[in-house]
């Protein structure tokens, strides 16, 4: 069984699931852990960021009952890419606990889910996989109740003694200060979820270079902003002693 199993999940689209997941995977991996992201996206971005072939067999293959080659990125890091095949009706019917039946056997150090927009199917997989949840949200008003849907869902799964995640944070994705947006936004979220952990991620350009250039953020820049940004919201991932 891996330690760290962390889904990254927000159901809006466009606010930051895969450059959080990625980045994550890249700072355990930069620690040593080895760790396998394991994309649930159609789109299969998680893998093409990194630098791996999103064409290549993976979580759909998984997920079918047989055991596709992770692709290696380096010697910590390997990705599972997703494709148009988690669309597939029988992946669409499985049951919710599949995903994690699949993954109880693998002993990376961590795992990360790379989790779709819109699909509540596929995310659901992840969220009784993972056992902590990062939700994410930009100042966007649709982001917060994609975040606030992602939310509602964990506390229903814990309050139903599901498998699946038993601690969550929030983090505010694509943060920038100068604007006033951003700030009251911030504001608003402390208010509003006092008791829920809150990271955050500011908008930092090195973050979208560094997935254009197809490399994990702490190979292209450890010393960016989103870096040590996402430094912070890997330590919260692999920091169980945060459980309540
Ligand atoms: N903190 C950030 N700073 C700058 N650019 C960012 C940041 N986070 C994400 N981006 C950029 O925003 C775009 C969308 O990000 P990303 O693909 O991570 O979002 P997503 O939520 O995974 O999207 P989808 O719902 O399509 O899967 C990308 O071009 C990415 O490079
Ligand atoms: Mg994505």
């Not at 009952?65 to 599972?80: E, F, H, M, R």
């Not at 056997?105 to 961590?110: E, K, L, M, R, V």
């Not at 989790?115 to 939700?135: K, M």
């Not at 953020?217 to 450890?222: A, C, H």
Request: aromatic fraction near 4%.
């Amino acid at each position: 069984m891996s330690s760290y199993r962390i889904a990254v999940a927000a159901r809006k689209g466009g606010v930051g699931k895969t450059t959080i997941a990625c980045g994550i995977a890249s700072v355990l991996a930069s620690k040593k852990l080895r760790v396998l992201v394991i994309d649930l996206d159609p789109q299969s971005n998680a893998a093409f960021i990194l630098g791996g072939d999103p064409t290549q067999p993976g979580t759909a293959t998984l997920l079918s009952g047989q055991s596709p080659q992770p692709l290696a990125i380096d010697d910590y890091l390997a990705v599972l890419p997703g494709g148009p095949e988690l669309m597939n009706h029988a992946i669409q019917q499985l049951h919710p606990e599949e995903l994690a039946d699949a993954v109880a056997s693998f002993t990376y150090d961590a795992l990360v889910f790379d989790c779709p927009p819109g699909n509540e199917h596929l995310e659901r997989l992840a969220l009784l996989a993972a056992t902590s949840v990062l939700v994410v949200t930009d100042a966007h008003p649709l982001a917060l109740l994609g975040a606030e849907r992602v939310l509602e869902e964990l506390m229903r799964n814990q309050q139903k003694k599901r498998k699946g995640a038993a601690r969550w944070a929030l983090v505010q994705s694509r943060i920038d200060s100068r604007r006033t947006m951003d700030r009251e936004f911030e504001q608003a979220l402390a208010e509003n979820f006092p008791n829920i952990e809150r990271l955050r991620v500011r908008q930092d350009t090195q973050l979208s270079l560094a997935g254009a250039d197809r490399t994990p953020i702490m190979t292209y820049d450890p010393k960016s902003r989103g870096a040590t940004d996402l430094i912070a919201v890997a330590e919260w991932g692999i920091d169980e002693q945060t459980e309540e």
